[in-house]
C-alpha cells in the first residue's frame, strides 16, 4: 500500500514563498507521474502541476505557470512544489498524487493559506 504524506504547508502573506514536500512510503514511485492539485473552499480539486517520471517533462495550470515549481528526487521518493509570489487566491487545501500505469495514490492533503 502505497502512502503519500505531504508537509510544508502553512500561512504566509501575498507575495510570500512556501515549499510543499511530499514523501512516499510503500513503494518506489520512480515510474509514477507526481502531480500536485489543490481544493479551495467550494470549489472542485484542481490541477497545480505534474513532473514525469524521468524529470524530463513538467506542466503546470496557467493560474501557477512562472510561480511554482515541481520537482522530484526519485532516490528519496519524493516530490516538491516550489510556491513562490503567493496570492490569496493560492488558498487551499493541496493534494500529492502518483499516477502509475494500473493505479493512482492520494495524499491527505496540507493547507496552504495566503493572507492579504
Known amino acids: 500500500q502505497v502512502q503519500l504524506v505531504e508537509s510544508g504547508g502553512g500561512l504566509v502573506q501575498t507575495g510570500g514563498s512556501l515549499r510543499f514536500s511530499c514523501l512516499a512510503s510503500g513503494r518506489t514511485l520512480t515510474y509514477y507521474t507526481m502531480s500536485w492539485f489543490r481544493q479551495a473552499p467550494g470549489k472542485e480539486r484542481e490541477f497545480v502541476a505534474t513532473?514525469?517520471?524521468?524529470?524530463?517533462?513538467?506542466n503546470y495550470a496557467d493560474s501557477v505557470k512562472g510561480r511554482f515549481t515541481i520537482s522530484r528526487d526519485n532516490a528519496k521518493n519524493a516530490v516538491d512544489l516550489q510556491m513562490n509570489s503567493l496570492k490569496p487566491e493560492d488558498t487551499a487545501v493541496y493534494y500529492c498524487n502518483a499516477r502509475g500505469p494500473a493505479a493512482s495514490y492520494w495524499g491527505q492533503g496540507a493547507q496552504v493559506t495566503v493572507s492579504s
Open positions: 513532473i514525469s517520471w524521468n524529470n524530463s517533462s513538467t
